[in-house]
C-alpha cells in the first residue's frame, strides 16, 4: 500500500493505483473523457491534470500516472483549472454544438464539462468537420463530427469484445474513429462503443429523438434474456421502456451489456403484446374479461385435480423464482401433478441430472467470477460465447489481461477461438461423450488421478474398453491432441469447464455435465477459485427453476414425455406458463399434434406465441419490466428484478395468475411476490435465510456444497449416414430463446431463420450466401437462408432454432445431430 | 448476418494472386510485432497494399481489419490504391518555391492529366509534390523513382516525360 495526500487528504491505496483511483478513493472527482476503469489508461484528452507537488513545473495527467509513496497532490487550483478550459475550447473548435439535436445532451461528459468549467466562449475560431454521417446499419449511429477522439469505443471492442470494428485513422486534423476502409459499421451491434461514448458520436438508432436524458426514469433491475444475470437499467417515459442506460457501477460485468440485453428490451412495450384474456369459442380465440377466463381456467383444473395424471404443466425459465415456487406448489401441491417441467427436460439435465448425479447438487459449484481466476479454460461448444455474451467477454479478458489459456472444444469453430493462444478442437458433431471419455482415460492413464476420487474404480472399469485410437478415429481429433488437451487440463494448476446448456443443444444433457464433471473430480479441479464446471443455464432464472424444483421429481412426466403423453391421451389438461414449445422444442409437427390433441390447453404469454394460437385459453402476463422478484443466474446469484413500469393493457403476472387460480383450487392465497420469498427462504436450503431486502443492488451468491462423485457415461458417436449432413443447432448471437423475436434490435440485425454452412458444403451444392435452401430430415423440412461461412467443418450444418417462421425444430428431433439433405 | 451491406460487397472486389503476400506472410509470421514488416513487404511485392491482401493479413496475423486499416493510413509510406510505374516527386521546399517549382508542378499537371497524388490511369505515372528533396542548391528539383533532375525548367519537364514514356513497364 502507498500513502499520499490529495487535496490535503491522507489517502492509503495500493501500489498500482493511479492518481485517478487515489483521489476516487478519497471521495474527490477529477474530471475525465478518454479514461474509463474497465480500460486500460490511455491518456489521451487531458483532462486530469493535477498539480503533484515533486513534479512542480508541469501538470500531470492523474488517469496514467501512478502513486508513488508520500506524493501531494492537488486537483484543482488556478491553473489546472486553466489548462481543463483549454483542452475543453479545442474539444469545442471542432465540435458542431448541436446539444438541442443531440441524444446525449444531459448524459455527455463534454456538455457536462463545458458547463462545469464555465466555458462560454472560444480564443480560436476554426472550420467544423465536415464527416459523412453513418446512418447505414440500423442499430448505432455514427456521427464523427461530434467526436473528441477519446477513442474509448476504439478500445473497448478491442479489449473487452474482442471484435475489433474501430481504429484511430487517418492522421493528425484528419484523424477519426474509422473502421475498416473507412465504411459504415457492420460488427455485432453490443452497443459497447455506444455505452463508453463520453460524447454523442455513437447513439443508439433505436432510441433516437424518443426522450430526453433527463426525462427518463430509471430503474436498476436484471435482464431477462440468457442466463448471465446482468444487471441493467430501464430508461422508462410516460409508462413505457425507451432504452436501457448504462451504468458502469453495475454488476460483475461493469455494465457491458451483449446486443439483446442493450437493444432488446422494446418487447415490454410491443404492440404485439397481449393485453386482454382470450378464450377459445366456435373455434375462435375472442377476447373475454379475466374472471371469465380464469372461472374457466379454475373449472377445468378441478376437473383435472381428480386425475392428475392426466394434467401437465410447463414453465419457462423466465418466470421469477416466486412465481416459479408458485407455480411448482399449484400444480404439484395442490392439484397433485408430478408432470411439470421447464424447457423440454433435456435442456436443464444438465442441471437438474447431471450436477446432481457429480456433485449432488443441481448448482454449479463454480461462479462466473472464477473465469478471470483460472489458468485454464476448457470451453465445450465455442456457443459459450453466443449463448452468454457477457460471459464471452469474460473470457476475452481472462486470456487477454490474465493469461489464460484458453481450450475449446466444439462442432465448430467460433470467436473464442480467435484469441490469443486460444486452441479449438474441433470434433466430429454429436462425439462429445466420446471425447470427453477419452480426456479422463488419459488422466487415468497418466496417472494424474486423484486416488481418492469417489467413484474412481467405478469409473476406472467403465473406460477400460476406452481406447485412446478408436475415440481419435470416431471423434476426428488425433489421438496426441487428444492426450496433450487433457495433460495439459490436468497439469493447470486451476482449471475451469464451461458448458452452455439450452434449448437449442438436444445434445446437452445430463452425461454431457457429468461427463465434464469427471475431469473436474478426477483432477481434484473443483471446490477451489477458479476450478470447477461452470453449467451455463440458457434463461435468465433457469438456475432459479433447477433450485425451486420445476421438472419430474417422482414419476412424473418430463417436457418431451409431456408431449408424447398429449398424443396418446394420457395428459388431457395442459397449462404452460411462457413456454414456446412449438418453436423451441424438437419436432414441431410432432408439438403441434400434441397440443391440438390435448382437451384443453392454457397458455400464459406475453405474445400470441405460435403455442398460444393453440390454446383454448390465453391468459395475457406480464414481463420483467412490469414486476418485481428475483432470478438466480448462471453461477448461483441471486439478484432483484424491480418493476419499471405498470403493466399493459390488462395484463397480470404469473404471480397474480397463479394465486388466484391457486386460492381458488383450495390453496394457499399469498398477500405478494415477497411472502412467497420467506416462504422459498424457508423451504429451499439454497436460499436459507435470506430475504429480498437484504440481496440490495449487488445481489447475493447462493452458497453450494458439492459432494462429489465420478459417474460412468455410457457413449456413443453419432453414426454418420451416408449422402446426409450433419444438422447442429444452437443459439444465434443476437437472439436469446424466442422472446427476442419480440425486440427490434435483434430483428434489425438478424430476423431470419438461417443455416450455416461450410464454404466446402456450399460450394459442392452451388449455394451462395443468402439463397433460399431447403433442409430435409427424416422429421421433416423446413426453408430458410443459407449463409455461408468459414467456421464449420466439411459435412457440418448450424442453425439457430429462435425463430417462428422456417425454425429448426421442424427437422429436429431431439438428438444432438440430425442427418439431413440441405438443396436449393 | 445484419442488414449492413457486408464489408465485402462494398469494396470492389479485386482479382490479386495473394501468393506473394502470403510469401510475405509466411516469413514474418512468427516475429513479434511483425504487422509493419508484412505490410511493407506487401507494399514492396505489389507498388501498393491490396485490400484483399488487407483482409489476408487480417486472418492471418489475426489482427482486426480496421486496426490495420488504421495503420496504413497513419503512415504516408503506405498505399491502398495502386502506383504508378514511375513516381515522380516534384519539391515545393522553400528554396524550389522561390526558384518557380509551381510552374514546373503545373506543367506537369498540364501533360499527365493528373494532380496531386494522383496516378494515370495507364498506371505509368504518379506525381506527387513534396516539401524538400534535401538539395536546395540544385533548386528546382524533381526526381523520378531514384533518378534526380536539377535546375528544372518547363522544356525539360517535357523531356522528362519523353524520355520515361519510352522506358518500358516492368
Not at chain 1, 389438461?573 to 409437427?589: K, Q, W
Not at chain 1, 404469454?605 to 394460437?613: G, S, V
Request: glycine share 8%; hydrophobic share 40%; with cysteine.
Amino acid at each position: 500500500m502507498v500513502n499520499l495526500t490529495v487535496d490535503n487528504k491522507q489517502v492509503t491505496v495500493p501500489k498500482d493505483a493511479t492518481i485517478y483511483d487515489a483521489a476516487k478513493s478519497a471521495g474527490i472527482k477529477i474530471p475525465i473523457l478518454c479514461h474509463d476503469k474497465k480500460l486500460h489508461p490511455f491518456g489521451g484528452c487531458r483532462m486530469c491534470l493535477v498539480e503533484v507537488e515533486q513534479m512542480k513545473g508541469r501538470l500531470i495527467p492523474a488517469c496514467t500516472t501512478p502513486v508513488t509513496e508520500g506524493m501531494i497532490v492537488r486537483t484543482s487550483n488556478d491553473e489546472i483549472v486553466k489548462a481543463r478550459k483549454l483542452v475543453l475550447e479545442l474539444l469545442l473548435l471542432k465540435h458542431p454544438i448541436d446539444c438541442p439535436v443531440c441524444d446525449a445532451a444531459g448524459d455527455c461528459d463534454l456538455q457536462n464539462l463545458t458547463y462545469e468549467y464555465k466555458v462560454n466562449c472560444n480564443q480560436f475560431v476554426d472550420e467544423k468537420f465536415n464527416h459523412e454521417i453513418d446512418y447505414v446499419n440500423p442499430i448505432i449511429e455514427r456521427d464523427m463530427n461530434r467526436c473528441i477522439l477519446c477513442g474509448k469505443c476504439a478500445r473497448i471492442c478491442d479489449e473487452i469484445v474482442s471484435y475489433g470494428a474501430y481504429s484511430v485513422i487517418n492522421r493528425g486534423l484528419e484523424a477519426k474513429i474509422g473502421t475498416e476502409f473507412d465504411g459504415p459499421l457492420n460488427c455485432e451491434f453490443c452497443g459497447s462503443c455506444v455505452s463508453v461514448c463520453p460524447v454523442g458520436a455513437l447513439i443508439s438508432r433505436p432510441f433516437k429523438f424518443q426522450a430526453r436524458w433527463w426525462a427518463l426514469s430509471k430503474t436498476k433491475t436484471v435482464c431477462s434474456y440468457c442466463g448471465t444475470g446482468c444487471q441493467l437499467t430501464l430508461g422508462c417515459k410516460d409508462n413505457k421502456v425507451l432504452t436501457t442506460v448504462y451504468d458502469e457501477d453495475q454488476g460483475f460485468h461493469n455494465g457491458q451489456l451483449c446486443h439483446r440485453g442493450r437493444f432488446a428490451y422494446q418487447f415490454v412495450n410491443s404492440d404485439k403484446r397481449l393485453t386482454t384474456p382470450l378464450i377459445r369459442k366456435n373455434g375462435k380465440l375472442v377476447e373475454s374479461s379475466w374472471d371469465e377466463a380464469l372461472a374457466l381456467v379454475t373449472e377445468r383444473l378441478t376437473q383435472a385435480k381428480a386425475a392428475p395424471a392426466s394434467l401437465a404443466a410447463l414453465s419457462t425459465a423466465h418466470l421469477t423464482n416466486e412465481e416459479l415456487f408458485l407455480f411448482e406448489k399449484l400444480f404439484r401441491g395442490t392439484l397433485g401433478t408430478d408432470n411439470i417441467d421447464h424447457s423440454a427436460g433435456f435442456a436443464h439435465a444438465a442441471l437438474t441430472e447431471g450436477l446432481k448425479a457429480s456433485f449432488g447438487t443441481v448448482a454449479s459449484p463454480s461462479e462466473i467470477l472464477d473465469i478471470q481466476k483460472s489458468n485454464l479454460l476448457l470451453v465445450i461448444k465455442t456457443d459459450a460465447y453466443e449463448t452468454h455474451p457477457v460471459i464471452g467477454f469474460e473470457i476475452n479478458l481472462g486470456v487477454k489481461r490474465k493469461g489464460v489459456d484458453l481450450r475449446i472444444v466444439s462442432d465448430k469453430r467460433g470467436k473464442l477461438g480467435k484469441l490469443p493462444g486460444a486452441q479449438t478442437t474441433v470434433h466430429t458433431p454429436g462425439s462429445e461423450l466420446l471425447l470427453l471419455n477419452a480426456l479422463a482415460k488419459v488422466i487415468i492413464d497418466a496417472g494424474l488421478a486423484d486416488a481418492a476420487a469417489p467413484g474412481l474404480s467405478e469409473l476406472k472399469a467403465a473406460l477400460a474398453e476406452v481406447s485412446l485410437e478408436k475415440a481419435a478415429a470416431a471423434t476426428g481429433v488425433s489421438a496426441d491432441e487428444i492426450a496433450k488437451l487433457a495433460k495439459d487440463y490436468a497439469a493447470a494448476e486451476k482449471a475451469l469447464i464451461l458448458l452452455p446448456i439450452g434449448l437449442g443443444y438436444p445434445g446437452h444433457n445430463a452425461a454431457l455435465a457429468e461427463a465434464c464433471a469427471n475431469l473436474a473430480i478426477l483432477t481434484g479441479k473443483y471446490g477451489k477459485e477458479g476450478t470447477g464446471l461452470l453449467v451455463m443455464g440458457e434463461k435468465n432464472n433457469s438456475q432459479g427453476a433447477a433450485d425451486l424444483g420445476i421438472h419430474p421429481k417422482a414419476s412424473g412426466l418430463n417436457g418431451s414425455a409431456i408431449i408424447d403423453a398429449c398424443i396418446s391421451g394420457q395428459v388431457k389438461t395442459l397449462f404452460v406458463a411462457g413456454e414456446n414449445p412449438v418453436v423451441s422444442y424438437p419436432n414441431r409437427a410432432k408439438v403441434e399434434k400434441a397440443l391440438e390433441a390435448v382437451d384443453f390447453l392454457v397458455v400464459a404469454d406475453l405474445f400470441l406465441t405460435e403455442t398460444a394460437q393453440l390454446a383454448d385459453v390465453v391468459l395475457p402476463a406480464v414481463s420483467f419490466a412490469e414486476k418485481s422478484g428475483t432470478f438466480t443466474s448462471v453461477g448461483r446469484k441471486l439478484q432483484q428484478v424491480k418493476q419499471a413500469v405498470k403493466p399493459v393493457g390488462l395484463a397480470k403476472s404469473d404471480f397474480e395468475i397463479l394465486n388466484t387460480l391457486n386460492a381458488a383450487l383450495g390453496g394457499q392465497k399469498y398477500l405478494n411476490q415477497s411472502e412467497l420469498f420467506a416462504e422459498i427462504a424457508a423451504n429451499v436450503p439454497a436460499y436459507a435465510g435470506l430475504s429480498q431486502a437484504a440481496l440490495g443492488d449487488e445481489g447475493k451468491l447462493l452458497p453450494v456444497a458439492p459432494s462429489a462423485k465420478l459417474v460412468p457415461v455410457a457413449a456413443q458417436a453419432a453414426a454418420p449416414v451416408a449422402g446426409k449432413l450433419a444438422l447442429v443447432t444452437g443459439s444465434a448471437l443476437y437472439h436469446s430463446g424466442t422472446m427476442s423475436r419480440f425486440g427490434e434490435g435483434p430483428m434489425l440485425v438478424c430476423p431470419n431463420a438461417y443455416a450455416e454452412l461450410s464454404a466446402a458444403d456450399a460450394k459442392v451444392l452451388k449455394i451462395e450466401d443468402g439463397d433460399a435452401i431447403t433442409v430435409k430430415s427424416d422429421t421433416g423440412s423446413v426453408s430458410v437462408t443459407a449463409k455461408v461461412g468459414y467456421r464449420l467443418p466439411q459435412g457440418v450444418v448450424f442453425a439457430p432454432y429462435h425463430f417462428g417462421e422456417g425454425s429448426i425444430n421442424a427437422v429436429t428431433d431431439g438428438k444432438a445431430v440430425t442427418w439431413v439433405t440441405v438443396g436449393k | 448476418m445484419s442488414n449492413a451491406p457486408a464489408a465485402e460487397e462494398l469494396q470492389t472486389e479485386e482479382e490479386i494472386d495473394l501468393t506473394e503476400a502470403n510469401e510475405v506472410i509466411d516469413k514474418y509470421l512468427t516475429l513479434p510485432g511483425n504487422l509493419m514488416p508484412v505490410l511493407q513487404g506487401i507494399q514492396e511485392a505489389y507498388g501498393y497494399v491490396p485490400k484483399p491482401a488487407i483482409a489476408l493479413v487480417a486472418e492471418r496475423l489475426n489482427a482486426y481489419p480496421a486496426q490495420i486499416y488504421g495503420v496504413l493510413t497513419f503512415y504516408a509510406q503506405f498505399h491502398l490504391k495502386p502506383r504508378g510505374r514511375f513516381i515522380i516527386r516534384v519539391c515545393v521546399g522553400t528554396a524550389c518555391h522561390v526558384q518557380g517549382a509551381e510552374r514546373i508542378t503545373e506543367t506537369f499537371f498540364d501533360r499527365l492529366k493528373i494532380g496531386h497524388a494522383e496516378t494515370t490511369a495507364d498506371l505509368r505515372y504518379t506525381f506527387e509534390k513534396v516539401a524538400c528533396l534535401g538539395a536546395c542548391g540544385m533548386a528546382p528539383l524533381a526526381m523520378v523513382n531514384d533518378d534526380t533532375f536539377g535546375k528544372m525548367t518547363v522544356q525539360k519537364v517535357d523531356e522528362i516525360i519523353n524520355t520515361y514514356n519510352a522506358r518500358p513497364m516492368k
